[in-house]
């Protein structure tokens, strides 16, 4: 077990304890067993103490892995990516799957927010699991379901997340949010048929 993985381990035992915890000695015991392991990974990523509490704050509930939904949508042999309004890298569409929506209607909510395109969603074409990349670290374990999708109809509109959308071929990709789409992860989704799971 590499060290991010007994860190983010030790937060989600804090965590657990705080949720569970009745005892206010135990929770106090727990919310520094979670300061702690805020502190150790703050040194293996890129976030300070403060953003990744901040991170963890807006939790509730029992720890478990997040989903995380993107739209792999290609025209030709070209893939559409949007730009981050605050980073300027780009990503397939998506983003964390909400509460009393279907995959689907996640896909659909997301991509139309991002874009101003509305979809068809075709299929699920992978499911990635960041827990085994070891490149990036980050604070959660993330299930990625990336659905092929295709257009309906619309063009971009300005909104608050992203600034622009455009398609790329593989070999000409912008600077990616690697967090949120890799080269790798197009690559194998370019020629994707079957769903894939990792």
């Given at each position: 077990?590499?060290?991010?993985?007994?860190?983010?381990?030790?937060?989600?035992?804090?965590?657990?304890?705080?949720?569970?915890?009745?005892?206010?000695?135990?929770?106090?015991?727990?919310?520094?067993?979670?300061?702690?392991?805020?502190?150790?990974?703050?040194?293996?990523?890129?976030?300070?103490?403060?953003?990744?509490?901040?991170?963890?704050?807006?939790?509730?509930?029992?720890?478990?892995?997040?989903?995380?939904?993107?739209?792999?949508?290609?025209?030709?042999?070209?893939?559409?990516?949007?730009?981050?309004?605050?980073?300027k890298e780009?990503?397939?569409?998506?983003?964390?799957?909400?509460?009393?929506?279907?995959?689907?209607?996640?896909?659909?909510?997301?991509?139309?927010?991002?874009?101003?395109?509305?979809?068809?969603?075709?299929?699920?074409?992978?499911?990635?699991?960041t827990n085994?990349?070891?490149?990036?670290?980050?604070?959660?374990?993330?299930?990625?379901?990336?659905?092929?999708?295709?257009?309906?109809?619309?063009?971009?509109?300005?909104?608050?997340?992203?600034?622009?959308?455009?398609?790329?071929?593989?070999?000409?990709l912008p600077?990616?949010?690697?967090?949120?789409?890799?080269?790798?992860?197009?690559?194998?989704?370019?020629?994707?048929?079957?769903?894939?799971?990792?």
């Amino acid at each position: 077990m590499s060290d991010l993985e007994m860190y983010r381990r030790l937060l989600a035992i804090a965590e657990a304890g705080l949720y569970y915890g009745k005892d206010e000695f135990d929770k106090e015991r727990y919310q520094e067993l979670k300061k702690l392991s805020l502190e150790l990974l703050s040194r293996v990523g890129r976030e300070s103490v403060a953003e990744l509490f901040q991170l963890t704050e807006q939790n509730e509930g029992y720890p478990t892995p997040k989903v995380d939904v993107r739209a792999y949508i290609k025209q030709e042999d070209k893939v559409l990516l949007v730009e981050d309004k605050k980073t300027k890298e780009w990503a397939l569409p998506g983003g964390y799957a909400e509460v009393g929506l279907s995959p689907k209607e996640n896909i659909q909510k997301e991509v139309l927010e991002e874009t101003g395109l509305i979809v068809q969603v075709d299929e699920l074409l992978g499911i990635f699991d960041t827990n085994l990349r070891k490149d990036i670290p980050q604070v959660y374990q993330y299930y990625k379901l990336i659905f092929s999708c295709s257009i309906i109809e619309g063009s971009f509109v300005e909104n608050n997340e992203t600034s622009n959308m455009d398609f790329f071929a593989l070999d000409n990709l912008p600077k990616l949010s690697v967090k949120r789409t890799t080269r790798e992860q197009l690559e194998y989704l370019h020629k994707q048929k079957n769903t894939y799971f990792e």
